[in-house]
Every structure is written in C-alpha cells, then in structure tokens.
C-alpha cells in the first residue's frame, strides 16, 4: 500500500501543470498556445473592464493565493488594484522579484515614458504608454517572454514550450504579412480615440492621432473641450474616424459623431473585449476589420 501511495504521488507531481495566474485574457490566449496542456491558467480581469480599474473582489485573492506564476502587462497599469491582491494572497511565489513574477513591460520599449509626472498631465503612467500589446509586432516579444518564464520554472519540459512558441511565432509572422498589407491604405489617416490605448497601432500602421475625447488622461470629457474637438475636426480637410474602446462611455463620441458624421468603429483592447475577438489573432483581425468595413 505504500509503495502504490508513492507510486502514485510521483505519478501525480510528474503531470502537475504550472497554476498561472494572469492579468488580463491577452496574457492567458498567449500563455496557453505555449504551454499547452502543461499549464493552468486563470484571467483576473473580465475583457470588458476598464484595465486601469478592476475591481479587486476576495474571489481574485483566492486565485492569487496557491498559483505558481503571476503574469502582468506591467507598466503600471495595474498599479491600482493588483499590489492591494498580491499582498493579500500572502503568497511569496509571486511577490514582485520572485522567481513567480513576470511583468511583460519589462521586455518592450514602451512610448511615452514621463520623467517627471503631476496630477496636472491627468492619470499618466511614469514608465510609458502600458498598452503595447496592440502593436502585433509586440506579441512575439511577449510570447518569448513567456516561454522564457516556463522554460525555468519547469525545466524539463522546456522542448515542448519550445515547439509550441515556434509553431505560434510562424503563424504569427504570417499573419504580420497579411496585416501589413491590409493597413497599408491607412497610412497618413487621423483618427480620433477616446483614451490613447490603440497609440501603438497608429504608430506600426502610421496613423495620426488627431486628439483624444477625454482632455487628458483619466478625466471625462468636458462639454469645452469636445466643442473644440469638434471644430477641430470640421477644420480637417483630410477624411477622420472615432476609434473607440469598449469600456469608456460613448456618449460623448456620438456627439460628436452626429455634429460631424463621423464614422464610429468600435474596436477591442482585449481578447473577447468584443465577441469576433476570441483569440490574440482574431483580436487584430476585428480592429482592421472594423476599419476596413
């Protein structure tokens, strides 16, 4: 009887997967195309959320309080609400700087990095614009990351996190081809957005971010500003669109909108922030396919 309790204790721990818990559902599309069957992941946040604002609910202290590795965006955008959970799930693994812990904005060379930060610039990030993940170049900078991390932790499985990231990383290269190509025709557009979180795309496709319905990072738009912003866009010559996320009131979008006829594209931040975007690829494939629509 001892034998068969050992036997199937070492039988248990051989097929453990890594518990993985990730910030938001981009994180956990790419975390399971390359640890497959090895891990178990579970998302914070729902897709539809403010990312900068989640709500910190007991339910996420549990999923925090037993897991192996804890994967965020980084950049701060989460300083608002997972620290107070990581504190809480009194779990060592993936306090910050231990071998559990992976900010993918350590990887990337993020935009807008501010020197000096005041309330006077709004709800600004000090290491950078935290939305990178919407440059589809940055996934394969991600994915390494990630592979990276399970790699060490478990390292007798690293050839098949291995396989599994270059079978990802040659789709995905594919896919950039084809992106390109259909962006190519939007070089030079000014686009409108709420929030800057599609800065990354307008700079891979060459876009122009004409102005921002809110006046300055975190702050609703006043009724003077989208005035201006209004009259600043019926000065335009050149034809403008309203990208716009899915968790900021659109209110003040369709204002504008019925006082310029400007189109209104409704585009994801996230995986399944919209329901076409199910997965990493098909959450590029709805941005540019609301564009080119």
Do not use: C
Not at 190 to 219: A, C, N, W
Request: hydrophobic share 40%; glycine share 6%; charged share 25%.
């Amino acid at each position: 009887m001892k034998l068969l309790l050992i036997i199937a204790t070492l039988f248990t721990f051989s097929f453990a997967k890594i518990d993985i818990a990730v910030t938001y559902t981009y994180i956990e599309d790419i975390g399971k195309k390359i640890g497959g069957d090895l891990v178990s992941i579970n998302t914070l946040s729902k897709p539809k959320e403010d990312p900068h604002f989640v709500m910190a609910r007991p339910s996420l202290i549990a999923k925090l309080r037993n897991v192996d590795l804890l994967i965020l965006n980084g950049g701060q955008i989460e300083i608002g609400w997972l620290p107070p959970l990581i504190k809480r799930s009194n779990n060592a693994k993936v306090f910050d700087g231990a071998s559990g812990f992976l900010d993918l904005s350590q990887s990337i060379d993020m935009m807008d990095a501010h020197e000096e930060v005041s309330r006077s610039h709004g709800d600004v990030h000090p290491d950078g614009n935290p939305h990178f993940i919407l440059d589809p170049y940055n996934v394969p900078i991600v994915a390494k990351a990630i592979h990276d991390k399970l790699a060490a932790l478990d390292a007798k499985n690293e050839a098949i996190y291995t396989k599994n990231y270059e079978t990802f990383i040659k789709g995905w290269n594919e896919k950039l081809v084809e992106w390109d190509k259909k962006m190519k025709p939007f070089e030079g557009k000014k686009v409108i957005q709420y929030h800057k979180s599609f800065d990354y795309f307008l700079k891979r496709y060459k876009m122009e971010l004409l102005d921002t319905i809110e006046p300055i990072p975190g702050i609703s738009p006043t009724s003077k500003h989208i005035m201006g912003l209004i009259k600043t866009i019926k000065n335009e010559k050149s034809p403008l669109l309203i990208m716009h996320d899915v968790y900021h009131n659109r209110k003040a979008a369709q204002l504008i909108s019925a006082k310029t006829n400007l189109k209104i594209i409704d585009v994801p931040h996230d995986v399944d922030a919209l329901q076409d975007a199910n997965n990493i690829e098909n959450l590029y494939n709805t941005i540019i396919d609301g564009l080119l629509k």
